[in-house]
T-cell receptor, first 113, second 118 residues
Framework: SAVISQKPSRDICQRGTSLTIQCQVD?????MFWYRQQPGQSLTLIAT?????????ESGFVIDKFPISRPNLTFSTLTVSNMSPEDSSIYLC??????????FGPGTRLTVL | AQKVTQAQTEISVVEKEDVTLDCVYE???????LFWYKQPPSGELVFLIR??????QNEISGRYSWNFQKSTSSFNFTITASQVVDSAVYFC???????????????FGKGITLSVRP
């Protein structure tokens, strides 16, 4: 298994600002992912964070809004840019280990006012 | 395209009752993985089990058991003698079984909210 930490655990932000969420894995993983979970909903994949190359975004998500970095095999960041109240969600990162099993961080609860 | 259906949205039981959470999936892949995750009120997504498409053997882990049936494309989860601490949202998920470096996405169901009353 893997232990994944995220910072911050929660934040309240003003409309129009940006927030960067950090994700740290305790072991090297080939694939890291970022998800959004809106209140009372399931998880939606935002993008796959690729080490050494640009992230791969899912339909409906763009790099200008959700820039992602992955400088090494244990760390990634997701920035939520120019935030609006619709961005209020839980943001979760995951790392994938053998057997395609993804382990998740505790999530970042974001509220945009 | 892959799809995971969790038809039950909310289940409420009294402590010590058995409860089964249903999961039906769709995929064109012949090789795939199925997962169950638990999300307690704290919000963290906790991995419970992974099953690959070649292994239809049912599994039991303490009070938890899983019934995988390819013939009906189902992967159901039973909690025996439920406890208040089992109260959480439970997600079933599906992914292709690709090599480690490939991008293999998880497709989640909508989740089932389980409430266990004392």
């Amino acid at each position: 298994s893997a232990v994944i930490s995220q910072k911050p655990s929660r934040d309240i932000c003003q409309r129009g600002t940006s927030l960067t969420i950090q994700c740290q894995v305790d072991s090297q993983v080939t694939m890291m992912f970022w998800y959004r979970q809106q209140p009372g909903q399931s998880l939606t994949l935002i993008a796959t964070a690729n080490q050494g190359s640009e992230a791969t975004y899912e339909s409906g998500f763009v790099i200008d809004k959700f820039p992602i970095s992955r400088p090494n095999l244990t760390f990634s960041t997701l920035t939520v840019s120019n935030m609006s109240p619709e961005d209020s969600s839980i943001y979760l990162c995951s790392g994938r280990l053998a057997g395609n099993t993804q382990y998740f961080g505790p999530g970042t609860r974001l509220t945009v006012l | 395209a892959q799809k995971v259906t969790q038809a039950q949205t909310e289940i409420s039981v009294v402590e010590k009752e058995d409860v089964t959470l249903d999961c039906v999936y769709e995929t064109r892949d012949t090789t795939y993985y199925l997962f169950w995750y638990k999300q307690p009120p704290s919000g963290e997504l906790v991995f419970l089990i992974r099953r690959n498409s070649f292994d239809e053997q049912n599994e039991i882990s303490g009070r938890y058991s899983w019934n995988f049936q390819k013939s009906t494309s189902s992967f159901n989860f039973t909690i025996t003698a439920s406890q208040v601490v089992d109260s959480a949202v439970y997600f079933c998920a599906l992914s292709e079984a690709r090599w480690v470096g490939a991008n293999s996405k998880l497709t989640f169901g909508k989740g089932i909210t389980l409430s266990v009353r004392p």
